[in-house]
């Protein structure tokens, strides 16, 4: 790595989580959960490739990552990361993970899954004459809105309403997946499982010091003003363990 990989609105700029994996902050137990999280790639254990490009299209859609933007969804201290949430979805689906309740309206964690993905891409092919992966991001967006407004009704659906598949399984299990991602904790100042060490300083506008700093801007604030705030955040949070 060649220096931060800077963006215009980083929250908690140079923040990393996992600098904390060694202190404290974490357990044994926390930190073999967060290993195991962190060591997800991008690909698929479960669902087949067609699927999984289903997958991976439909988290950019409702979670996008960019790298190059000027906000930041996910971070390591040096700038934006991707969080692979497919990967994590798709890992869910292999352990075939339940959250102890469903809709009953839908089917079982992995056959709701399968039904999903087969029916968007059947949409997606009786729309644009492609699968949902590879259709633009403008249409790919404009099947997802009929999706949440219940407007695809495809055999593929197998009589599981599209909206409630958007609503209590794609929306639940990817926004799930991302925020369960210690990139995402840091792009939000989130210091993880509070096991052992915990909080103390609980008034506000108070922080413990292995807490993250945020950024304060202000709409009237000269650059070079804004610049010494954010610098003066990205030292503090280089040294929060």
Known sequence: ??????????????????AK????????????????????????????????RALVALCDCLIPQPLD????????????????IAALVDGKLLANHGDGFRDSRLPPLREAWAIGLAALDAESE?????PFAELDAQAQRALIERMQR?????????????????????LHDICAAFYSHPASWSAIG???????????????DRRD?????????????????????????????????
């Open 1 to 18: 790595m060649n220096g931060p990989r800077n963006v215009r609105y980083a929250s908690y700029p140079g923040y990393d989580v996992l």
């Open 21 to 52: 994996r060694d202190s404290p902050s974490w357990d044994g137990v926390t930190r073999r959960v967060i290993d195991a999280r962190c060591a997800v790639e991008e690909s698929s254990r479960f669902l087949g490739p067609a699927q999984f």
């Open 69 to 84: 933007d000027d906000t930041c969804v996910a971070q390591d201290a040096d700038g934006p990361v991707r969080v692979p």
């Open 126 to 130: 009786r729309a644009g004459r492609a």
């Open 150 to 170: 219940g407007e695809l009704h495809a055999r593929a659906w197998q009589g599981m309403p599209c909206e409630v598949f958007f609503a209590k399984r794609a």
């Open 190 to 204: 989130f210091g993880g499982p509070a096991n052992p060490r915990g909080y103390v300083r609980l008034v506000a």
């Open 209 to 241: 010091p292995w807490e993250a700093v945020e950024v304060v801007r202000k709409d009237t604030a000269a650059p070079t003003h804004a610049a010494e705030n954010e610098n003066a955040a990205r030292r503090k949070n280089r040294h929060v363990r």
